[in-house]
Every structure is written in C-alpha cells, then in structure tokens.
C-alpha cells in the first residue's frame, strides 16, 4: 500500500489527504503523552486520519524510549495501578488499543524487549477505564517533568556543520532536570564535547531546527544547556 510518515499539523494532513485519495496508510507520531501535545498535534492528527477512514502505523509509541524512563511519580503511579506490567507494555497497549491502528513501530534494543513486544500484542487487551485514568495522569506529571520534550530523532543533526549531537545533549539535560546532576550525566557531557561538537560551539545557523519534527526552539535549548553544564564543579 502507498502510505507516508507525516510530521505536521493536522490541517495540512487534512488537505493533502483529500488531494491524494489514493494514499492508503499513514504513519503518525503517537503516545500517550503527545496525544494532547500542541505543536505533535497526535490526536487532531489520528482523528483526520479516522476521518478519512486511513489506517494508521504509529511511530514513537515510547518517545523514543523516554516512556520507559518515566519521572519516579508516573512510574509509581503505573506500578500501583499494574505492579506486574513494564513501563514499555503501557505504551505499546495505548497505541495499539487505538481503533483504525494496524501496526505499532517498537524500536528494540535485544531479545528480552522483542519477545516482550510479541508476548504482550500476541495476547492483546486493550487498557481498561482504570488503566485509561492511571495512564492521563501519569502523562501529565510527564509533561510537567521533562523540560526538552525531543523524541532523538535525529534529523536535527546532518545539518549542523558544528557536528552537535543535539539529541544526545538534549536527553542529558531532561535528566539532569529530573534526577539531578549526578556523576554518570557529567562523565557523559565531557565524553561528548571531547568526541564531537559542544553545545557551545552552536553558530546559530538554524539549519537544526528547520528539520526537527517537534520544531522546537533548538539554540535556545543548546543555550541553556551549555550554561547548565559548563556551571558545574
């Protein structure tokens, strides 16, 4: 089937698929805490979709794994809810629970998290109202956690003639932001800036941001990041 990955608004998505009616699958970003996002626009997206009455491949289920490393209360919050369910499997169930969905693309790192992913869709349920509950709020302690909210794309960083790992120097910060500065995150920073660009050495070209799906303010975070890591002892 022809189908496409889409990373803009829901307006445009609209458009272009009542232009082109013989697209016939689309691949959308989708979890639980972009649902409601602004600038993602997850659900207005997934509605035209529905609209449309085009099936849908979700990407990004797990934030780029970001949603199996949930802030302390979210994650107590799931726990309490399901002690025997993994942070991932909350994840992959929202999205696959979502009617018109057809597939869920699940980034595994080993085996344990491939025959974690069958087990859990070969033997499907979708959440519950509970769980639905428990999942929302967990999504909004999320949201008010995580300052940079980049999914490591890493579109963002062909074009930087600095050679910046943005993405990289992004998930330190969210989690130096979250758990503190400890010696692991410090150790991380200074293997970076000796191996490819700092944060600092950013021109200001823009090239970065005009690729990156989520159109975040990137020399602002690179900023702020260089004065976070550079201030420390």
């Avoid at 809810?81 to 994840?91: D, H, I, N, R, V």
């Avoid at 932001?177 to 692991?184: K, S, T």
């Amino acid at each position: 089937r022809i189908g496409f990955s889409y990373h803009d608004g829901a307006d445009f998505l609209d458009r272009v698929l009542t232009e082109h009616p013989e697209i016939q699958l689309v691949q959308l970003q989708i979890n639980y805490v972009d649902w409601e996002d602004p600038v993602v626009q997850a659900r207005r997206c997934y509605e035209v979709c529905v609209k449309h009455r085009r099936p849908v491949a979700v990407m990004e289920p797990l934030k780029g794994g970001a949603l199996t490393r949930l802030p302390p209360p979210a994650a107590q919050l799931l726990h309490s809810c399901a002690p025997a369910a993994s942070l991932a499997s909350w994840g992959l169930r929202y999205a696959a629970g979502l009617p018109g969905v057809e597939v869920v693309l699940s980034g595994m790192g080993d085996l344990a998290q491939l025959e974690e992913n069958l087990t859990l869709l070969e033997g499907f349920s979708p959440l519950n109202s509970r769980e639905q509950a428990a999942l929302e709020q967990a999504a909004r302690i999320v949201r008010e956690s995580t300052p940079i909210p980049c999914t490591s794309c890493g579109y963002c960083t062909p074009s930087c003639p600095k050679g910046i790992p943005i993405p990289d120097y992004f998930s330190l910060y969210n989690r130096r932001e979250l758990f503190g500065m400890v010696p692991e995150l410090a150790d991380s920073y200074r293997r970076r800036c000796a191996a490819h660009g700092k944060p600092q050495d950013c021109i200001g070209c823009g090239g970065c941001e005009a690729r990156c799906p989520q159109h975040l303010p990137i020399r602002q975070w690179l900023g702020r990041v260089a004065r976070t890591f550079e201030s420390e002892p």
